[in-house]
């Protein structure tokens, strides 16, 4: 899957519907979808605190799968293509 998929696949996992959330309420489901990508750990790590740290209660659904892809493609640059 792409990261543009796997942004939106994560965001509807961390998302209920008409409700906002908290990133460490979702963190379990979050993990858990993180390492059926089969990234490095590296990866995951340096996605997961992007995440921690960009991603908020308030952010919209648009905004949160954007935020979810640019995480994914600046670890692309990091740890595949640096």
Known sequence: MSNL?????????IYTRGKNYLLE???EVLYDYMQAMDKPDEWLADVYAQLEEKLTADTAFPMAVTIICDAMRSADERFFNG
Request: charged content about 25%; glycine content about 8%; proline content about 0%.
């Open 25 to 27: 309420d979702k963190s």
């Open 5 to 13: 998929g796997d942004s939106y696949a994560i965001a509807c996992a």
